[in-house]
């Protein structure tokens, strides 16, 4: 069974501070998503990331992925208050059958940035 | 492009109603999904479909029913709401193989 676990669960920081959400899973996979989520909103994608090594930036967030260690990392720089949310990471079940997208979602580390 | 949509936006059901909440998609995604959000425990995956016809189970199908008679379209029904139901669903499209969900905006529902 695929378990995916986020760490920190909530994470509180100042304006101006780097800091990083660590993203473990059990087994295997060489797909893993990043998701934005604002209170009471749907989830927002932010990076897809198919391949050990992948790095994808975008902005203050850059996400990376180590299949070897099944790892994966959301690094902040410089925050800014704009990326308060919770975000979630979630693992593609491999394999994918008939072009099932069956993800499995970490439990969301709640980010809170004070200016 | 509407996207996705979902239909109530809320609802209070007691136990033992039944109901179904409605999730529609306008871009002729073949993939669609439920998932269940609940505090602390991240999105879990109710039922999936890969096109009309077509549904699976996810991880916590129990007490739901799904269908797909056609590609827009893909209803979760309660068949007899209990309180272990109250939660948030989101439903979410994609087309096959492909990498990126679109989802909904949510029902929250609570189960007295």
């Known amino acids: ?22 993203c473990n899973y059990s087994t295997t996979s060489d797909r893993l998503y990043w998701y934005r989520q604002d209170p009471g909103k749907s989830l927002e994608s932010l990076f897809v990331l198919l391949s050990n090594g992948a790095v994808k930036q975008e902005g203050r967030l850059m996400a990376s992925l180590d299949t070897k260690a099944r790892l994966s990392t959301l690094h902040i720089t410089a925050a ?22 069956k993800l499995v979602f970490g439990q969301g580390t709640r980010l809170t940035i004070n200016p | ?3 996705v949509t979902q239909t109530p936006k809320f609802q209070v059901l007691k136990t033992g109603q039944s109901m179904t909440l409605q999730c529609a998609q306008d871009m002729n995604h073949e993939y669609m999904s439920w998932y269940r959000q609940d505090p602390g425990m991240g999105l879990r995956l109710i039922h999936y479909s890969v096109g009309a016809g077509i549904t699976d189970q996810g991880e916590v199908p129990n007490g739901y029913n799904v269908s797909r008679s056609t590609t827009e379209d893909f209803p979760l029904r309660l068949l007899s ?32």
């Open chain 2, 1 to 3: 492009n509407a996207g």
């Open chain 1, 1 to 22: 069974e695929l378990k995916v676990e986020q760490n920190p669960l909530f994470l509180s920081m100042q304006e101006g501070k780097n800091y990083t959400i660590y």
């Open chain 2, 81 to 112: 709401a209990a309180p272990s139901q109250t939660s948030v669903y989101f439903c979410a499209s994609s087309y096959r193989f492909s990498h990126e969900q679109f989802f909904g905006p949510g029902t929250r529902l609570t189960v007295l």
């Open chain 1, 80 to 101: 800014v208050h704009d990326l308060s949310a919770t975000y979630f990471c979630a693992v593609g079940l491999a394999p994918i059958r008939q072009g099932a997208q």
